[in-house]
């Protein structure tokens, strides 16, 4: 299957992030053709396009959209969630880095459709440079009239606001973003209602991802058969699949939904030179793992699913046979328990519960009765915390003792540094050898 | 609800119903309904922890986790309403929620010190039964504990135990949601999760203890009752509060005959489950410093310690004599079966209508108002403020002055629709919390406001409409009287709130003159506080007075005559005087009435602690505090609230047995002396109301010359109240006394926030310092006694004018 930039069309040459780099190529003609076809035909197109939203979650973005309730006489509001803090997760960043102004141009398009006339864009705290860019594309677009009042003469009025995030995982989940864009301590609020329905300062309001919403103008102006002429039935279009780990040329591959994840590899040069795939996750650390065994299947939602795992946010990580799994799955798990924001109890202390015992293992004091404690505690967090960080922290230990249970064995008498060299899956192992 | 056996097909579904089942039961429940609540109606419980039926759901801690069909995960059975067909299944049925149950309680217990036979909730904590219900009996942990320096106040009250706290977040909701006051918030994230404080900002909310109630762990306590029992080793009596006319149930703990602590009870029409701190804590005052004995004026002129039979012996002798001349003055605070024995013994025994119980400023007009419009009038009550469509309040601070009528208007105002305004100085921050509409008008400019206000008089029109008078009004000549007459006009509804628990009950038993029943015969017009003062020192006015003054222009030869003083003992303005649980510092010119006892031949004292009133007195009998009788309160709303004795074993009399024993020794007879009696008595005993309402014209702001101000003034919840004493954390959650002043007051003063300001009335002044607020001109305010008392201190009241000068007098 052959890559297919569109996001990524243009990111060789060295404006494609300026307004002028934009428009050369075309930017900014799908505005017009959106205020032509009204709000509502926006909708239904982007409903026929079959866009599922690139957050991780899959959601019908076209559904989400006419959720909004019409002339309820309230203001109505579109967020973007940019806090691409998912480990492993890293193509909303070089989207917003690269190609700014699609998301500009989707946004004041989404905003259109929804009637919102403020949006924000709630980027993570800690890529200034990013948050920069974005700020000087806002600048940009406003100078140029596409943001503002009356923008190009459509009657449509757009403020937009770039919003820096404090460094929270939580807060890529909407309803934390939203809770931390009001100003509060980001933490998941009780649904319903949902935030089309109740969400910024309690008015309608649509979370999408970047790229989600990058995808918009491209779909505008191409149209549904053409978006739909990629990827399949029921993951259709592309997406900027952003490869990490033990490969050869680690970066980002547009390419259609169905490409599987073997040819994927290729592309991005196969795993390292002289090292052979481990196990791979299609899509952050919060995805269960997957072997060389389903290399073959397709990158769509329901392929991944059916696998047992999920397509997520579609950056696939890579590891090779230097990986210890226990120290990976521990690593993560660092993460979680530094992420977790303390609202529900199964994701709090239970994160502190199996934190505690995955280091055992990794230290290589772990008992093999406390492999099937780790197994329950997992369960005990899995689908009864507040929201998903919960689930997601109780999903790399099961996922990864399904196919490596020996290494946990091996956790009871052996540290994970002494079975696997930690400097051999590093990127500087070659140069040490 | 309905409810039907299981597999019974003919549950009727009642409009706005839903019909579903909880473990097999078949039930309808009204829409909305949650199902940890409907799961109670069938006597399921199940178990909990951030739930709180009167807090908004959080589905937090993850406790009520529940198996409902067609779903995939379990959920939160406190943040679901049950919907039609639903069907759900508890830890009694649904292995998949015992799992989950038994799942979040061993992560509860995770981080949790299990300290708990030093923890205060050791024996009635939620955490210790539920983990006896829903726990596993071996915990499977074996890493450390997340720990936290033991506890941190979170206010002078408030200890916080951070390890204990299973962020259920109860104490932040309500301190948000229900009390306005979110002082408190979670901080921190993941296991570290703290409650905590801004820095700057202690938990200095009206409404603190609250918390400590609610917390479902022993990480809230407060300094109080901190390591001072064992729930087990308590005896719980249901009680009523004695301090505001809130009328608040509580629940009052003892051990080994002393008072431990006090918790608010569960009533949902007054109080709900909340009540106020001082309510809580301020019960110190019940035991210290206590009159134990009676006590008899010597030969020296000094109070000596008596045996019963003398001092009633001496106290029935005076009385006898002073029979159609004595006056009986009582302070706020009696149960209503003392106040109407007080009415009975002053109008059958001692033959005067002489009495009053109003110790504080009032006026005539006030009386006419109380016994034409409020006495025997019923409602509007707390229920009528929730749905009233607006509240309009007049000369009343509720959070200060009766907080539980603060907090349900903030119910009425944050769940429902009621819109309040307010005629008040500045926006208070109970005004504020209430998002009232302010008013602004100093003392006098009341009507000039409310009546010039098209909305507030298009609101009071509104049917159910309420209209809130609080006793400061009496300082504002006209404003009852234009309260009562816009009320009839409007056809809203009137509520008169005193700050004191035994207003309404002492005015319902007739303490007032004019106000004996018909029964007790024919009596010649009496005086109350006014007239008994004016009285005493007209009759205290030294002769020299009458002498007229040598002119001292008048050549030096000339000599003036002076006018031969009798000799004849004048006859007493009163001769007896009865004070009952009254303090003079509440009254204006409360010193000119304790001077006054000279001019009386006897002066008979009743009361629970010493004042200036008991130290001049020449008989002095103890009297039974509220812990040590039964009786009844009578609210704001005209509600009887009735209380247990609590100290059984006491053997100190009330008011009414001591009056009693007194009508004996006088060889009279005054009927039982128990509660019930005299409340059965004085349900027949009506005391007569005047039928006309007084129509006093309004007379404006008073006049102010330079370097004047009017003073504007009411007593905050937790200042220097007598009642209040021995309480010293409470007394440090108190709001800091300041005088505020408008901007442009203050700038031509040249002061600023923080500089000291002083208030210099008749008979002394006060320093505070300064805080610029935006009210009207020429309008200073200053807390009713917190620093100082400005009625007995300084002479002056709401309305009065003071001096007002920067920095410190010498
Ligand atoms: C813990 C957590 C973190 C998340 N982080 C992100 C994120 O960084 N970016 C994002 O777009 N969605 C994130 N999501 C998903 C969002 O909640 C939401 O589903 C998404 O923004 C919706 O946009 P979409 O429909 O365009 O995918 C996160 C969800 C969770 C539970
Ligand atoms: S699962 Fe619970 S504790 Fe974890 S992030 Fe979500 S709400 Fe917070
Ligand atoms: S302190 Fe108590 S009430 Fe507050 S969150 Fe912790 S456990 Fe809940
Ligand atoms: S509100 Fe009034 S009645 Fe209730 S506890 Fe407080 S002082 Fe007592
Ligand atoms: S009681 Fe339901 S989640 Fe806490």
Known sequence: MPLTPVITAHWDQPDSFTLEGYRRNGGYSALAKAFEMGPDAVIATVKDSGLRGRGGAGFPTGLKWSFVPQNDGKPHYLV????????????????????????????????????????????????????????????????????????????????????????????????????????????????????????????PTVVNNVETIANVPYIVNNGVDWFRSFGTEKSPGFKVFAVSGHVQRPGIYEAPLGIPMAELLEYAGGVREGHELKFWLPGGSSVPMLTAEHLDLPLTYEAMAEAGSMLGTGTPMVFDETTSVVRAVTGWLDFYKHESCGKCTPCREGNWFIHDLLHRFDQGRGRSDQLVVLDNVCGQILGRSFCALGDAAATPFPSAMKYFADEFEAGTTTPSSVAFDPAASTVFSEVKA | MTVTESGSNEVTVPEGHVAFSIDGVSMTAEKGTLIIRAAEQLGIEIPRFCDHPLLDPVAACRMCLVEI????????????????????????????????????????????????PICDKGGECPLQNQAMSAGRAESRFEGSKRTFPKPINVSAQILLDRERCVSCARCTRFADEIAGDAFIDLLERGAQQQVG??????????????????CPVGALTNARYRFRARPFDLVSVPTVCEHCASGCSLRTDVRRGEVQRRLAGDEPEINEEWNCDKGRFAFPYLTEDRITHPLVRDDNGDLRTASWPEALG??????????????????????????????????????????????????????????????????????????????????????????????????AVTKGTTKVYAVAPWASPGLSKLGATVL??????????????????????????????????????????????????????????????????????????????????????????????????????????????????????????????????????????????????????????????????????????????????????????????????????????????????????????????????????????????????????????????????????????AGEAVLSTWRQLVDDGSMQAGEPYLAATARPAVVRIGPANAADLGISDGDPVTLTGTTGSVTLPALITDMPAGVVWAPGNSGANLVADLGVTSGDTVRVSVGRTS
């Open chain 2, 69 to 116: 069909e067609g779903q995939p995960k379990p959920q939160p059975a406190c943040a679901i309403p049950v919907g039609d067909n639903m069907v759900v299944r508890t830890q009694r049925t649904s292995k998949v929620a015992d799992d989950a149950q038994k799942g979040v309680m061993e992560f509860l217990l995770l981080n949790h010190p299990l300290d708990c």
């Open chain 2, 197 to 214: 404080i801004s820095e700057d900002t202690p938990f200095d909310s009206y409404f603190s203890g609250n918390t400590v109630q609610i």
């Open chain 1, 80 to 203: 973007v969630n940019a806090d691409e803090s998912e480990p492993g997760a890293c193509k909303d960043i070089p989207i917003m880095l690269a190609n700014p102004h699609a998301l500009i141009e989707g946004i004041i398009i989404a905003s259109y459709a929804i009637r919102a006339d403020h949006a924000f864009v709630y980027i993570r705290g800690e890529v200034p440079h990013v948050i920069r860019r974005m700020h000087a594309a806002v600048r940009e677009a406003r100078a140029a009239g596409y943001i503002g009042d009356n923008i190009a003469g459509s009657g449509f009025n757009l403020n937009l606001v770039v919003h820096s995030g404090a460094g929270a995982y939580i807060c890529g989940e909407e309803t934390a973003l939203l809770d931390s864009l009001e100003g509060r301590r980001g933490q998941p609020r009780l649904k319903p209602p949902f935030p089309a329905v109740a969400g910024l300062y309690a008015c």
């Open chain 2, 314 to 411: 001496m106290a029935a002798d005076a009385l006898t004599a002073a029979v159609g001349s004595a006056a009986v003055l009582t302070g706020g605070r009696l149960t209503s079966e003392d106040a109407f024995a007080y009415s009975k013994f002053a109008r059958t025994i001692l033959q005067t209508d002489n009495v009053d119980f109003r110790a504080r400023p009032h006026s005539a007009e006030e009386a006419d108002f109380l016994r034409s419009v409020v006495a025997g009038s019923e409602g509007p009550t707390y229920t009528d403020l929730q749905s009233a469509p607006a509240v309009v309040l007049v000369a009343f601070e509720p959070e200060d002055e009766s907080p539980i009528v603060f907090l349900r208007l903030r119910k």
């Open chain 2, 440 to 705: 602004a008008a100093g003392p006098g400019q009341e009507i000039q406001a409310l009546a010039g206000s098209e909305d507030v008089m298009q609101a009071l029109r509104q049917p159910g409409a309420v209209l809130m008078v609080g006793e400061r009004a009496a300082t504002a000549p006209g404003l009852l009287s234009w309260a009562a007459q816009t009320a009839a006009d409007t056809g809203a509804r009137l509520a008169w709130v005193p700050r004191r628990a035994g207003e309404r009950g002492a005015l319902e038993a007739g303490l007032l003159p004019g106000m004996a029943p018909a029964a007790w015969g024919e009596l010649a017009a009496g005086v109350g506080f006014p007239g008994v003062i004016e009285a005493l020192v007209t009759a205290a006015e030294p002769e020299e007075a009458l002498v007229p003054v040598p002119d001292p222009e008048a050549p030096e030869s000339a000599s003036t005559e002076v006018v031969p003083v009798e000799d004849e003992e004048p006859e007493p303005p009163f001769r007896a005087l009865v004070l009952a649980g009254f303090d003079p510092r509440d009254v204006p010119d409360g010193a000119a009435l304790v001077e006054g006892f000279a001019q009386v031949p006897t002066v008979i004292a009743l009361a629970t602690h010493h004042n200036d009133a008991t130290r001049a007195a020449d008989i002095v009998f103890p009297v039974a505090a509220v812990t040590e009788k039964a009786g009844s309160f009578i609210d704001w709303e005209g509600r009887r609230r009735p209380f247990p004795q609590v100290f059984r074993e006491s053997l100190i009399l009330s008011d009414a047995g001591v009056l009693a024993a007194i009508a004996d020794e006088m060889l009279q007879d005054f009927g039982p002396a128990d509660p019930i009696a005299l409340r059965a008595e004085a349900s027949t005993a009506q005391p007569a109301t005047r039928p006309d309402r007084p129509s006093v014209a309004g007379a404006g702001a008073r006049e102010t010359s």
